[in-house]
């Protein structure tokens, strides 16, 4: 009794210890941002939000950021209709080569994005595709998509067959029953891998780098831009707003969602 006390407790200081070592440097960050001095210092000698106001009145910083939510919306969107196709093909049908499909799909996942920016970069080169928005749309989805898949999978996976039996039984068409039996069932899971695609796309930088545009940039692109230059407290007022913009949606995600249970129930074979 004592000794499985002991392991529970080290356990939770062991996580607790885990979380303030990941969150530091967000957390110095955010402090940093708030300064009202001119330049970069931890901690700062006084606060404000003399920075922030200064990315609002910057062209380019607003510019990315409504650049990044119109390609996140639109990745996530795409994403999320390829996906959710993808899953319930891939949970409720047998057919050869089906895992190594599975395997192809959730493939950028382990793959450095550095490696996929490259390889988009020579593709797009090859094909002499003229200056527009599809090398970087593409790049987005090859990391968004394995997201909505995995996500609604792992919803499909807890739905109980012997339901949409029960729904033919009653005389719905299998649309009908797709429509308003499954896709009902899969929402959490699906939604969530949504957002979380939208969420990864908007702050993809390194895909969005190789594949940018001559006249609009990704935000996440023009803050390494202005970081690569020196160390402006613009660049950390613009960081707090998307560490702040992240946060708050996997709070929203987990929240209503319950992504840490969807992932659970991953390991529960599909029928």
């Known amino acids: 009794m004592i000794g499985s006390a002991f392991w529970r407790t080290a356990r939770r200081v062991f996580a607790i210890a885990f979380a303030c070592f990941m969150l530091m440097p967000l957390t110095v960050i955010l402090v940093v941002s708030f300064t009202n001095e001119g330049y970069v210092r931890f901690p700062p000698a006084s606060f404000g939000l003399r920075w922030y106001k200064a990315a609002l009145e910057n062209s380019y910083f607003t510019g990315g950021f409504v650049f990044s939510l119109e390609v996140a919306t639109f990745v996530a969107i795409v994403s999320g209709v390829l996906g959710i196709a993808a899953a319930l093909v891939l949970a409720r049908y047998r057919f050869r080569g089906r895992e190594a499909i599975v395997s192809l799909l959730m493939m950028p996942i382990a793959l450095p994005h550095i490696v996929l920016a490259i390889a988009l970069l020579q593709v797009v080169a090859t094909i002499s595709v003229p200056s527009s928005p599809y090398g970087l749309v593409a790049g987005h989805l090859l990391i968004t998509l394995p997201y909505v898949l995995r996500l609604t999978m792992a919803s499909l996976a807890g739905i109980d067959?012997?339901?949409?039996?029960?729904?033919?039984?009653?005389?719905?068409?299998?649309?009908?029953?797709?429509?308003?039996?499954?896709?009902?069932?899969?929402?959490?899971?699906?939604?969530?891998?949504?957002?979380?695609?939208?969420?990864?796309?908007?702050?993809?930088?390194?895909?969005?780098?190789?594949?940018?545009?001559?006249?609009?940039?990704?935000?996440?692109?023009?803050?390494?831009?202005?970081?690569?230059?020196?160390?402006?407290?613009?660049?950390?007022?613009?960081?707090?707003?998307?560490?702040?913009?992240?946060?708050?949606?996997?709070?929203?995600?987990?929240?209503?969602?319950?992504?840490?249970?969807?992932?659970?129930?991953?390991?529960?074979?599909?029928?």
Do not use: K
């Not at 929402?187 to 001559?214: K, M, W």
């Open 161 to 271: 067959r012997q339901i949409e039996t029960a729904s033919a039984s009653l005389g719905a068409s299998p649309w009908q029953t797709l429509r308003l039996v499954i896709l009902p069932m899969i929402a959490p899971g699906a939604v969530a891998g949504i957002l979380f695609a939208f969420l990864i796309s908007f702050d993809e930088v390194t895909i969005s780098l190789f594949t940018a545009l001559p006249d609009r940039t990704t935000l996440p692109a023009e803050i390494f831009g202005f970081a690569s230059h020196g160390s402006d407290p613009i660049v950390t007022a613009v960081s707090g707003v998307m560490i702040l913009f992240a946060a708050i949606l996997v709070i929203v995600v987990e929240r209503f969602f319950g992504v840490l249970r969807l992932i659970a129930n991953e390991d529960r074979p599909i029928e």
